[in-house]
């Protein structure tokens, strides 16, 4: 059965830093596609990091250069290390997964296949 458990959302002032987690079970978290997606009020939900199974990554442009994904094997756990945050990057943060261990690109993994699986949430605030 496949859980993901995330943490370490919290309020920052903008130009902060937060690393979110998530604890994967179920699974090995380097078996199949995954990443981070974020939802706030009255907004579309946006995926924002992804990596696949192969390793390789992909960030909407939003993010590109302030985000970074990456996960531990030997922890199974994801992370989103986010830097330089933004009163826009205000949102639930939700992490996602592939609904198997098929090949995806991390863009298609980013935009598409991370939404077949998410976590309870955890919400980042940035204050001005």
């Known amino acids: 059965q496949v859980q993901l458990v995330e943490s370490g959302g919290g309020s920052v002032q903008a130009g902060g830093s937060l690393r979110l987690s998530c604890a994967v079970s179920g699974y090995t978290v380097s078996s199949r596609c995954m990443g981070w997606f974020r939802q706030a009020p009255g907004k579309e939900r946006e995926g924002v990091a992804s990596i696949s199974n192969f390793g390789t990554t992909d960030y909407a442009d939003s993010v590109k250069g302030r985000f970074t994904i990456s996960q531990d094997n030997a922890k199974n756990t994801l992370y989103l290390q986010m830097n330089s945050l933004k009163p826009e990057d205000t949102a639930m943060y939700y992490c996602?997964?592939?609904?198997?261990?098929?090949?995806?690109?991390?863009?298609?993994?980013?935009?598409?296949?991370?939404?077949?699986?998410g976590g309870q949430g955890t919400q980042v605030t940035v204050s001005s």
């Open positions: 996602g997964a592939a609904s198997s261990d098929a090949s995806y690109s991390a863009f298609y993994c980013r935009t598409r296949a991370i939404f077949a699986y």
